[in-house]
Each structure stands twice: as structure tokens, then as C-alpha cells.
């Protein structure tokens, strides 16, 4: 007898449905959402005024402990304990060197903390107009509460920077855009990425066509600091690059 073969049923695997902005809730669950969907939406204020009064506050707190140490130290009857901290019986001094140590410490990681604040760039307008746009057209956010988007100044966003070229085109595609939805086009990305490289070969190339059929050296050199002027402003404007690396571009 022929052998019979018994084939089993083939299920799929379901994908667990992807929650769009619009099934959460109204209000701060909606809004969270949308700041989740696209990173450089990641912004806050870095309050960059209060900062500067409390190291000032905590710097002037140093000095006040260091004037103080300087006159315990300046009004010491005992040499020795001047000259051998072991035998300190100075219990106002020790005292004070301990709060000193206490003070620079705190003093320290305010100033680690502040640096890396300040070293955050700040973020496009571009996604902080459509932030305000989203919020006005959706009133999902209490004015008073989405006031600090008005702080453009003060913002800064927590991730890193984007291509500053790709930045432009989309700035430029949508500044003239009255939609109160924040849209991301993928392909202006691509879209940015082959016209810089188009540019930059044309610039690097086009010297070299250019010296090869002209015959005046004169003519060869201003072809040459025309295209190395362009291209380093290009590099200038679009990827912004530091001195350094504009001098190595240059160089090479």
C-alpha cells in the first residue's frame, strides 16, 4: 500500500498589535508617546540661570570656609600644630577642614554635573515648532505645563546631534508646513545624503577636469583655491566642523 503522508497545519505566528500615538490615553500618556516616537523630540530646559546662582552660592560658601581657615590658621598660638597635623588639638580648625572637604566635594560633582549640561547641544526649531504645533492644535497639555518650549534659549536635547545636512533639507522641506502632526520622511534622509555626496564630488573632481585642459598656471591656481574655498565652506556650514578639522581638510 502506498504510505499516506499527514501534513500538519502551518500557523503564523501573530505579531503583537504596534500601539499607535492615538491609542493612548489624552493627555500626558498621548503626549509621552509621541516624545518616545521620535528621540530628538527628547528636550528640556537646562535652567542655566539657576544653575549659575547656586555655583555661585557654592563657590561663595568656599570662600567664606577658606577665609575662615586662614584666620585660625593666622591667629594659632601653637607652632606645632601648624607644622604637624597629627598633633592638631584644634578642634575649630579640624573642624573646619571637614566641611571644607565636605563643601569641594558637593562643589566637584555640581561642576561635573553642570559641564555635562552645558556640553548638550541645543535642538532644532524645526522639532520644537512641531512640538508646539502638536500641543496647540491637541491641547493635550496644560498651557502653563508646555511653557517651557517657549524657553528656546534655555532648551536643550539629550540626544545627539543630526547631520547638519540632512537638517537643513528637512527644515527647508518643512517650514512652510501648517500640519499640527510631526511627520518624519525617511527618504529626506537619503535625499540629503546623495546630494552632499554629489556636491563633494563634483568639487573634488571638477579641479582635477578643469587643470587638465587649461594650460595657464595662473588659471590652475584660482581654479584650485575657488574649489578648495567652496569646499571647505561647504564642510563649514553643512557638517559643522571644527577649525581643526577644516585646517586637515585643507591640508589634504
Known sequence: ??????????????????????????????????????????????????????????????????????????????????????????????????????????????????????????????????LQNWLDGTGMIAREERAYLSHSRDLVTVTPADDTAMTHLETWRFQKSTTHTPTHCGCLAQVAKALLLFVITMLLLLPVILCNITTSATLRVIIIMAFTISYLLILSILAKSRTIELIIAGAT
Open 1 to 130: 500500500m502506498p504510505s499516506q503522508t499527514t501534513a500538519l497545519p502551518l500557523w503564523e505566528a501573530q505579531r503583537p498589535p504596534v500601539k499607535k500615538i492615538e491609542d493612548y490615553r489624552a493627555g500626558y500618556p498621548r503626549y509621552t508617546a509621541l516624545l518616545s516616537s521620535h528621540s530628538p523630540y527628547f528636550l528640556c530646559r537646562s535652567f542655566n540661570r539657576l544653575r549659575a546662582r547656586v555655583l555661585l552660592l557654592k563657590q561663595d560658601r568656599l570662600s567664606l570656609l577658606e577665609q575662615q581657615l586662614d584666620k585660625l590658621d593666622q591667629e594659632e598660638s601653637c607652632d606645632l600644630f601648624l607644622g604637624r597635623s597629627r598633633n592638631d588639638k584644634n578642634l575649630e580648625r579640624i573642624t573646619t577642614l571637614a566641611e571644607i572637604d565636605s563643601c569641594l566635594t558637593d562643589y566637584d560633582n555640581y561642576l561635573e554635573r553642570t559641564r555635562r549640561t552645558l556640553a548638550l547641544g541645543p535642538p532644532s526649531e524645526r522639532d520644537t515648532q512641531a
